[in-house]
């Protein structure tokens, strides 16, 4: 249930970042944006949260983790915003500026919400992890 709520909190951010970058300011479609959303809501908390969030140091070493893990999302924003951003509008070069915009827009959020997955989402895992050796 904690995995559902967190993947909830993440798409809304999300959403709400794409909506205001690539909507309001790049006049990107709604429809658009949205599945921009999904699929990077998707992808970015099963790869950057989960996979390598976690297991990118040791689990006491949250600063480390967090700073890989936030370097890992910027790129795979970038990455997804720009893919699906020109298979969705036929326009590789006009996306490139969005897609940057809102990769380091939400970068900045990750660091913050990979706190939150650390203590909210995964509390045991330091716990287990740091036992464990």
């Known amino acids: 249930m904690k995995h559902i709520i967190a993947l909830a909190v993440k798409f ?8 205001v970058v690539l909507t309001w300011a790049f006049d990107i479609s709604f429809f658009n944006t949205l599945m921009i ?8 908390y099963a790869i950057g949260d989960l996979l390598i969030f976690l ?13 890989i893990a936030t370097i890992t999302d910027f790129v795979m924003a970038l990455a997804v915003i720009l893919l699906i951003g020109w298979l969705l509008t036929g326009e590789f070069a006009s996306m490139v500026v969005p897609a ?28 287990y992890k740091s036992a464990k050796g």
């Open 12 to 19: 809304v951010i999300v959403t709400i970042v794409l909506l």
């Open 37 to 44: 959303s999904l699929a990077l809501t998707a992808l970015s």
């Open 100 to 127: 940057l915009v809102s990769a380091l827009v939400l970068s900045a959020g990750e660091w913050f919400f990979h706190q939150y997955v650390d203590h909210s989402v995964v509390p045991w895992y330091n716990e």
């Open 55 to 67: 297991n990118a140091g040791k689990p006491a070493n949250q600063s480390s983790r967090n700073t």
